[in-house]
């Protein structure tokens, strides 16, 4: 709140200094060179594309359950999507099965954190081709010591109201080393002054970052509690990342279910809990081809409610909601 009034009092309320120090902020901690911070999620989506240098009839790969804007951009913009099936066990995208489809056509492989777990970097830049990063749902997980952030060309960490981090709107974008700013600025060339977060939602989002950490930690002792009443039925969620060095983050908490999604939504509503489909909206309607497993996690996943303030009485109440779903 003080934050956030100090900045209305100045009277400065645009793009500013706020702003700058948000991305450098966030830049120093990913150990990246620079970047931007954007009012819109698809803008910066595009923006990435115009640096990369990718052109109309371009293939990239995406996961089929990467964010809608994802698609909605492709499209717009004329990026052809090479549609790599996901892990099962964690909704990632399959090193393997991205292997199979990138040709020397495919320029870029845009790779999606989704809902707080950890993608194979490793085996995924052993493909040669530069990776994008969203980074959003996952702020804080690593992959073998590193933040995931480190291993991206360029960085999208969105910090939309329902963020790890948020500013009330907005995403950054960072590149890696200077010749990838160097081209992100080029193509922030050709947008104007309102394309770019204001110093209002940039307050916000300052305090936030700095307090992330902590409350990844209640995030993650709510999870704890959660994922052992969830082993008392017959649904599952999404596995952890693997090694002591790696750290995925609980950015909501899926289940993926046995039964039907409606009649457990309809269970959880009565009881006082709500839910939302984990992916929806999310896959092309052509994406499933070829891609099993998404398919199976976008009909299957449900969303119950995590975030740090949720409160004692509620935690045992979406506790006792997991452990008794039909």
Not at 267 to 289: H, N, Q, S
Request: net charge negative.
């Amino acid at each position: 709140m003080h934050s956030v009034l100090s900045c209305l009092v100045t009277d400065i309320i645009g793009p500013a200094a706020i702003s700058e120090d948000l991305v450098a902020v966030a830049a120093a901690d990913f150990n990246l060179e620079g970047g931007v911070a954007m009012r819109e999620y698809a803008r910066s989506i595009e923006m990435i594309i115009r640096a990369m240098g990718l052109e109309r009839g371009d293939k990239a790969v995406l996961s089929p359950l990467a964010p809608a804007a994802y698609h909605l951009v492709f499209r717009v913009m004329g990026i052809e999507p090479v549609y790599a099936d996901v892990r099962e066990e964690d909704a990632c995208l399959n090193p393997e099965s991205v292997a199979e489809r990138v040709d020397e056509h495919t320029k870029a492989v845009f790779v999606h954190a989704p809902l707080g777990r950890v993608p194979a970097f490793g085996e995924l830049a052993e493909l040669g081709l530069p990776l994008i990063i969203d980074a959003g749902e996952a702020l804080g997980a690593r992959f073998e010591g590193a933040e995931i952030g480190s291993f991206g060309k360029y960085v999208l960490l969105p910090m939309e109201p329902e963020g790890i981090a948020t500013a009330g709107g907005g995403s950054l974008v960072l590149a890696s080393d200077k010749e990838a700013l160097s081209r992100l600025k080029e193509a922030l060339d050709t947008v104007g002054a309102d394309a770019f977060m204001p110093d209002l939602n940039a307050s916000l989002g300052l305090v936030q970052w700095r307090e992330y950490p902590q409350a990844l930690e209640s995030r993650d002792l709510i999870a704890d509690f959660f994922r052992q009443s969830v082993l008392k039925g017959r649904h599952r969620t999404f596995s952890e990342a693997e090694g002591e060095d790696s750290r995925s983050v609980s950015y909501s908490f899926p289940v993926v279910l046995t039964s039907g999604m409606n009649d457990v939504r309809k269970y959880a509503r009565k009881k006082g809990v709500e839910t939302l489909p984990a992916f929806a909206g999310r896959m092309d309607t052509e994406a499933d081809i070829g891609c099993p497993c998404a398919k199976k996690l976008l009909m299957s996943t449900l969303l119950f409610p995590l975030y740090p303030t949720l409160g004692k009485k509620n935690v045992q109440l979406v506790s006792k909601v997991l452990s008794t779903l039909p």
